[in-house]
């Protein structure tokens, strides 16, 4: 009886650890948004971001994001993992096909603003023009 309980204590244990590890692994800073966001009517400027976890461009394009949602309290920044995140890459596609962007130009890093109909694709581009792009926005927003 003695072994047994050692073993179901192990399992239990392990099953808790396994646990802990997914949740902590799953659940960094990935941000999902439901397919079914109405893009078409927003009280307020809305700034997807979509990047790949491994992506070394996304990650020199971040910290520009994030101080731009820092600079910008008022506007809703949605930072989007499409790599491992399927209802994230789903969404990803789906403003693809609205924004009319072809198969062939799609990648990451690419930030859409709701509102405006260009797509920003690149570390080059995203730095270069949204701060512009959301100053539009806010000002059609006024």
């Known amino acids: 009886m003695d072994n047994t309980l050692k073993i179901v204590s192990g ?6 650890a ?7 692994i799953f659940n960094q800073s990935v941000i999902t948004v439901s397919p079914s966001a109405d893009t078409s009517v927003q009280s307020k400027v809305t700034v997807y971001f979509f ?3 491994e992506c070394p461009h996304c ?3 971040m910290p520009f994001i994030q101080n731009l949602s820092i600079k910008y309290p008022d506007v ?3 930072i989007l993992e499409t ?3 399927e209802t994230n890459a789903n969404f990803f596609n ?3 096909d609205q924004f009319r962007v072809p ?3 799609r990648g990451v890093p690419e930030v859409m603003v709701v509102g405006n109909n260009t797509p920003l694709i690149g570390e080059g581009d995203i730095p270069a023009y949204l701060e512009g792009v959301i100053l539009e926005q806010l000002k059609k927003k006024q």
Do not use: S
């Open 11 to 16: 399992v239990v244990i392990a099953v808790l």
């Open 18 to 24: 396994a646990c802990v590890v997914f949740f902590v």
């Open 51 to 53: 990047y790949g976890e």
């Open 59 to 61: 990650h020199n394009v």
């Open 76 to 78: 809703d920044f949605q």
């Open 83 to 85: 790599w491992h995140n």
């Open 94 to 96: 789906m403003m693809n």
């Open 103 to 105: 198969n062939n130009k």
